[in-house]
């Protein structure tokens, strides 16, 4: 809807006008004709206004469309207007509906800056004088008066309000850190963020956010005594990346990471020590030449670590839990590329569960060294569970060593297989989908899908061999529901 300016001459556009025989066939002859054919009817209005004298002319290149000036006098009603223009022996009838609204609404809309405003009345707004003196600078009592409000007083009070909002900037518990900062800024706005991360993390106290803008941070991330939310803007677009150093990235407890990647030329990628508790880490990505992910657990300490849509990678391990008690993971994945030493996707996974997660390995390094999906090794105190899981081992006809999806190789593992699949590819020694080492280790299956170039699903070593003699059934009490086995 168009608006117009009260009392202001304007023209307006007016149409389509078709014929009446066909409603279609656009009308290029239509005049005003009459007071009963042309006709305006203003906001509130008891009666019709005749416009059949106003001038009307038909628009150049556009059929059956017409430029109707409205005068002052028509528009002199603030509120809706709408036109009316009817003659049924030439044409179906047309109307238009206009917005007519004062002079300084309008030019407060549509003129050029700094021509006109919008009229405020602050006596109005509070509809009380003395409140609308309030609003003045220098209050005298007597009702706002714009005098009373000088450019010199205003600039006083502001300076003065300058200072306390930088005391309160210098409080805020948000940081930022861009390609673009500089570490000595302040670090509490884009655009006076810190260069680095560790200077973030320097300068931040425990509970604290640090926002990382993109860009690769050549540096190594000491975060371990402190609690804080260090939050990425995008996986792939954060990257730290030091260039020496014996740590990449260490995270304290208590502490939050999203949305970042973490790629170190030390062993390890994303470090967790052993005194470090209430950890999660969101849709992070970690590589190291030894582990992406590393924990060093201490037996018995609850340690509440949860990793959601993650990814871990590493020539060796992709990632080494350490025996971790309290492990929540989701959508997780755990990937090797199997050097020449041993290789794993994951290795001490720890007490807890991994849900919807790939173990991923495959090498094609030429190697007697074993490669694996799963590693179950170590003391482990309480259960671990897979549900859902896809893990994944293949390893060229070169690579001797033994190449399996889960080994169970510890006495003391007690570990759940869930709805998982299990696929080994390659002609390792012994190995298979299942491979089941140690003695007196217990290992339960339930409706796993497995698959293998070995031609056996389960390996029974020597060691859980010795145990139950070569007798399956003595072996089968220390597990539940094992697939084809042999021993050896």
């Not at 008066?145 to 200072?163: E, I, L």
């Not at 992406?292 to 990678?313: K, M, P, Q, V």
């Not at 070569?470 to 539940?480: G, P, Q, R």
Request: net charge negative; aromatic share 8%.
């Amino acid at each position: 809807m168009q608006i117009l300016k009260a009392d202001t001459q304007v023209k307006v556009l007016v149409g389509p006008f078709v014929d009446t025989a066909d409603g279609v066939t656009p009308e290029t002859g239509v005049t005003l004709g009459s007071a009963d054919q042309a006709e305006i009817l203003k906001h509130d209005a008891a009666s019709v206004t005749d416009i059949s004298g106003n001038t009307w002319a038909a628009m150049t290149g556009c059929d059956g469309w017409y430029n109707l000036t409205l005068t002052a006098g028509n528009v002199d009603t603030e509120g809706m207007l709408t036109v009316v223009i009817q003659d049924s022996s030439v044409c179906l009838p047309v109307f238009a509906r206009f917005m007519v609204v004062s002079a300084n609404v309008y030019d407060s809309l549509y003129a050029a800056a700094a021509t006109d405003y919008l009229q405020v009345d602050a006596v109005q707004i509070s509809g009380d004088a003395t409140a609308a003196d309030n609003a003045e600078l220098d209050y005298d009592g007597t009702g706002y008066a714009k005098d009373n409000s000088s450019v010199g007083s205003v600039s006083g009070a502001v300076g003065s309000v300058t200072g306390a909002v930088g005391d309160l900037t210098a409080a805020s518990h948000i940081w930022h850190v861009a390609k673009t900062g500089n570490d000595s800024n302040g670090g509490h706005r884009f655009n006076d963020a810190k260069l680095t991360v560790s200077a973030a993390v320097t300068a931040a106290a425990s509970g604290d956010t640090i926002n990382i803008w993109p860009g690769d941070y050549a540096e190594s991330v000491d975060a371990s005594d402190k609690a804080l939310n260090i939050i990425g803007a995008q996986r792939e677009k954060v990257r730290i990346v030091p260039a020496s150093g014996s740590f990449s990235f260490r995270v304290g407890s208590g502490s939050y990471c999203a949305n970042l990647s973490v790629i170190g030329p030390a062993t390890v990628g994303i470090s967790i020590s052993s005194t470090q508790t209430d950890i999660t880490l969101e849709n992070c990505y970690g590589y190291g030449p030894t582990d992406g992910l590393y924990i060093s657990a201490l037996s018995g300490t609850h340690y509440n670590i949860r990793l959601i849509d993650c990814t871990f990678e590493s020539p060796w391990d992709g990632a080494n839990m350490g025996a971790v008690e309290g492990v929540f993971v989701e959508r997780c994945t755990f990937q090797t590329s199997g050097g020449a030493n041993s290789s794993h996707a994951l290795q001490q996974p720890g007490t807890g569960i991994y849900k919807n997660c790939i173990f991923w390995s495959k090498s094609s390094t030429e190697s007697d060294a074993e490669l694996g999906g799963l590693r179950l090794c170590d003391s482990i105190i309480g259960r671990v569970i897979f549900d859902s899981c896809y893990i994944y081992t293949e390893a060229t006809a070169t690579r001797t060593g033994k190449v399996y999806g889960v080994r169970v190789d510890s006495a003391t593992v007690a570990a759940i297989l869930s709805n998982c699949n299990i696929i080994t590819i390659g002609s390792g020694a012994d190995g298979g989908p299942l491979d089941l080492y140690q003695a007196n280790g217990e290992l339960i299956e339930r409706g796993c899908r497995y698959s293998t170039t070995a031609g056996t699903i389960t390996h029974i070593g020597s060691g859980w061999a010795d145990a139950g003699g070569s007798d399956l059934d003595a072996i089968k009490t220390k597990t539940d529901n094992l697939p084809e086995a042999k021993t050896g």
